[in-house]
């Protein structure tokens, strides 16, 4: 199933831990590029973070954010370092000495200093794997996301392909007409040249012509390129860099048919071609 690169997804659990939210925003982009922002206590996520996306992504520029909000019993406990605040009120019972007068701190005093408190270290590993647990949902919800914006687009290409098919079929039912109508004006103008045609010179001037003016190799690869577009439609792979090359295959038959016509309804035609190949291009810029 074709997926497109175009998603968001939203996950919060709640629980004795506190509260866990990722959120996934993802673009399109030629390749797989993660962005991270993680809470600084469980920076260490980072490198399991990115192998779960890698594993289950492989296109596109993927913003993937964790919130944490411990609760009230996960927070660490303070604690006084008792040995440090010996030693700034012996230094400080020092310099009273030395200056000769006393000054005694008190304990507010003391706790600005840095290293006075302590915070005990939390056990953070239930919380890392409830984080991960909670970014597979996520994940799951994200891909969800892509493969229903991809179905969509597929329904628009496989439409555009049905258009395109119809726009080849006129240009050779056309053809015909073309050509005999191009036979007629140049025998008109040999006409006014020349009182008595040479046959076989007319012949061979519309042989030539005829050769420049044919376009069967060109509907027939137009063909051959919009069943392979239909055909990668249906793989259950990353298609979008495949259909971009066919993007660019058919648009330069288009132009080949364009430049080769000598009638207006084909000129027509060649620019509505190229107009549905220009909209299934941008389209295709959305799929993995």
Same mark, same amino acid.
């Given at each position: ?6 998603? %968001? ?11 866990? +939210?990722?959120?996934? $925003? ?8 993660p962005?991270?922002?993680? @809470?600084?206590e ?6 399991? =973070?990115? &192998?779960?996306?890698?594993a ?9 954010a964790?919130?944490?909000?411990p ?11 008792? @040995? %440090? ?5 012996? +230094? ?14 008190t304990? %507010?005093?003391l ?19 409830? !984080? ?6 996520a994940?799951?919800t ?5 493969? $229903?914006?991809?179905?969509?687009l597929? *329904? ?5 392909? &049905? ?5 080849? =079929?006129?240009v050779r ?6 050509? !005999?109508?191009?036979? #007629? $004006?140049?025998? &008109? ?5 020349? !009182?008595e ?9 519309l042989?030539?012509?005829?050769a ?10 137009l063909?051959?390129? =919009? ?9 259950d792979? @990353?298609v979008?860099?495949r259909?971009? %090359?066919?993007?660019q295959? *058919?648009?330069?038959? !288009?132009?080949t048919?364009?430049? #080769?016509?000598?009638d ?10 190229? =107009? ?12 993995e």
């Amino acid at each position: 199933m074709i997926k497109s690169m175009t998603a %968001f997804a939203r996950e919060t659990r709640t629980g004795d831990l506190g509260e866990l +939210a990722w959120e996934l $925003r993802s673009v399109n982009h030629r390749f797989l590029e993660p962005h991270l922002r993680l @809470p600084e206590e469980l920076r260490a996520l980072e490198p399991a =973070v990115r &192998d779960r996306l890698t594993a289950r992504l492989q296109r596109g520029k993927v913003d993937c954010a964790l919130r944490y909000c411990p609760a009230l019993g996960m927070s660490g406990s303070l604690r006084v370092n008792r @040995p %440090f605040v010996e030693q700034l009120l012996a +230094a400080g019972q020092e310099i009273a000495d030395l200056i000769g007068r006393s000054a005694e701190p008190t304990g %507010f005093e003391l706790l600005r200093w840095p290293g006075v408190i302590q915070e005990q270290e939390r056990d953070l590993d239930q919380v890392t794997n409830a !984080a991960l647990t909670l970014l597979d949902d996520a994940l799951t919800t994200l891909l969800a996301t892509r493969e $229903r914006e991809g179905a969509r687009l597929g *329904l628009l290409l496989r439409e555009r392909c &049905d258009r395109l098919q119809e726009s080849v =079929v006129r240009v050779r039912a056309r053809m015909p007409e073309v050509l !005999a109508g191009v036979r #007629k $004006r140049l025998a &008109d103008r040999l006409a006014e040249i020349r !009182a008595e045609l040479d046959p076989g010179r007319l012949e061979q001037e519309l042989a030539l012509l005829a050769a420049r003016l044919d376009v069967e190799e060109e509907m027939d690869r137009l063909e051959a390129h =919009v069943a392979e577009v239909r055909d990668v439609l249906g793989r259950d792979e @990353p298609v979008g860099r495949r259909l971009d %090359f066919l993007m660019q295959e *058919l648009n330069r038959e !288009a132009n080949t048919l364009g430049s #080769k016509s000598a009638d207006v309804a084909v000129t027509r035609e060649a620019v509505e071609m190229k =107009v549905l190949i220009e909209q299934m291009r941008e389209q295709i810029q959305n799929l993995e």
